[in-house]
């Protein structure tokens, strides 16, 4: 037996420091707890994205034109559907525990911010009071300036840099490590030239279908007290193009052979439109003289083929 022990010894010293590796990496193993913005202004400044434009102009002129930049408000369909959730639905759940807008919390509006606004757990209650309200004084004013500035309100909570970036840029976070304040993720590790965030670390998924996924449905979200549902596309890609022998990628699609890059769109956008659908329409007139009284009857024969060259359903939803 006395013969093992040598080689025992140095498996433990192997994996030791194996573990000063990972201490580094996982410094911080749960997402530190950041102190929680108490009004939408510190939020949005804790997410802001306009630092980032000095260096990386192109992205962010691109991200800005995406509905990801205004992912609260949408195409502007998003923020009054919000509110019909709550007055149609949340408010007439018996067991919501919300009659008034003044009960709402954080964990009712998670209902749409689990995508919408991911950060928003990262608030207090009175944030997601102050979005509510928010939205409807600008869903009721008629004064174009001040309505404009509750937009750029509305608008200033949204899918940023940070998000994608730091906050769901890991996914696996025992394997990968939890999300560090001080480091944007992308796909090289090293030093980054920004004071705010000096690091640079690998999010191993990021260029994967599985990090937009984390958003982009699956179904039903039964994690949550009562589930919503949304996006299923995400669903659509795994359980039908891949079955049919799929192989490209959101980021593929949608970043690169698109030419946008961070400005991922749908059919709002020429490119995607293009590259969306086959619709091959072959027609024939023809005339059927059934008989005297009824005379001749004009009759036509269309076939329609439609080819869906995207990775998913279309429309999702
Ligand atoms: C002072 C300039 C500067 C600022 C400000 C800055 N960056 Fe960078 N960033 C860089 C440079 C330079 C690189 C490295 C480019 C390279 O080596 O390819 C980089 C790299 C990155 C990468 C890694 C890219 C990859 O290869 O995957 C990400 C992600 C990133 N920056 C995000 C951000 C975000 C988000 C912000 C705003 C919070 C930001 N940066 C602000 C200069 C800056
Ligand atoms: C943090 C959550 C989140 C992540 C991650 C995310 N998205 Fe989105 N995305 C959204 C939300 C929410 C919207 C819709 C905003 C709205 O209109 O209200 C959206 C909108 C879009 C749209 C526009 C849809 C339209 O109707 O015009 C496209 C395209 C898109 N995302 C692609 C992607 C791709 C590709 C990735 C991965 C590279 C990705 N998204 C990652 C949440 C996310
Ligand atoms: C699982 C993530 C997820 C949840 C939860 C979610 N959404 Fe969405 N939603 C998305 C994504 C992603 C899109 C855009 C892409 C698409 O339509 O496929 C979207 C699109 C929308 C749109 C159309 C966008 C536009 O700009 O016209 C509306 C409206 C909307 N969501 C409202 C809501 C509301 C209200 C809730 C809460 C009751 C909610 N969503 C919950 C992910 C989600
Ligand atoms: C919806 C999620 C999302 C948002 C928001 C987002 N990014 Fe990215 N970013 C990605 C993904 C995914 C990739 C990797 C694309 C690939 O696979 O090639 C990427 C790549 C990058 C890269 C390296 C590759 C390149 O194109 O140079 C930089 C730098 C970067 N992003 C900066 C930013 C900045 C700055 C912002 C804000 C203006 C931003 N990103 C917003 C998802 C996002
Ligand atoms: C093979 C290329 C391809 C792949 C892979 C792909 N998309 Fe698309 N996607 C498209 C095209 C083209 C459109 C435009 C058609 C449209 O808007 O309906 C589109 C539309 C969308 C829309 C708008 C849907 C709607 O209701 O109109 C969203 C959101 C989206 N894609 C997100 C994603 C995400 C997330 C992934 C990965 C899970 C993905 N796409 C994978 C090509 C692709």
């Not at 992308?186 to 990090?211: L, N, R, Y």
Request: proline share 5%.
């Amino acid at each position: 037996m006395g013969k093992v022990k040598p080689i025992a010894i140095a498996l433990l010293f192997a994996s030791l420091g194996g573990a000063g590796e990972c201490a580094e990496r996982c410094a911080m193993p749960e997402a530190p707890p950041k102190e929680k913005a108490k009004t939408m202004a510190e939020l949005a400044a804790r997410y802001d994205s306009s630092s980032c434009k000095d260096c990386h102009e192109e992205i962010y002129n691109q991200w800005e034109k995406s509905l990801h930049a205004r992912s609260i408000l949408g195409t502007p369909r998003t923020a009054p559907t919000i509110i019909t959730a709550i007055d149609k639905g949340i408010k007439n759940f018996e067991c919501s525990g919300v009659t008034d807008d003044k009960d709402l919390e954080v964990r009712h509006l998670m209902m749409c911010a689990k995508c919408h606004l991911p950060q928003l757990d990262e608030a207090t209650d009175d944030v997601a009071r102050e979005i509510v309200a928010t939205i409807r004084a600008w869903m009721k004013e008629e004064d174009d300036a001040k309505s404009e500035a509750l937009r750029k309100k509305i608008e200033s909570v949204n899918i940023g840099c940070m998000v994608c970036h730091n906050k769901k840029a890991i996914i696996h976070k025992w394997s990968d490590g939890y999300p560090q304040p001080d480091t944007v993720y992308g796909a090289q590790a090293g030093a980054h030239d920004s004071p705010e965030f000096p690091k640079m670390a690998k999010a191993p998924a990021i260029s994967e279908t599985i990090f937009c996924g984390q958003c982009h449905g699956l179904g039903p979200n039964f994690e949550l007290d009562q589930p919503s549902q949304c996006a299923t596309l995400y669903g659509s890609y795994l359980y039908a193009y891949i079955p049919e022998g799929g192989s490209e990628t959101c980021q593929e699609c949608h970043m690169h052979k698109s030419g946008l890059g961070h400005d991922m769109e749908a059919y709002r956008s020429e490119v995607m439109r293009k590259m969306s659908l086959d619709v091959d329409v072959e027609s024939q007139a023809l005339f059927w003289r059934k008989n005297k009284a009824e005379g001749v009857i004009p009759q036509g024969i269309v076939h329609v083929n439609i080819l869906n060259k995207t990775g998913h359903v279309v429309p999702d939803g």
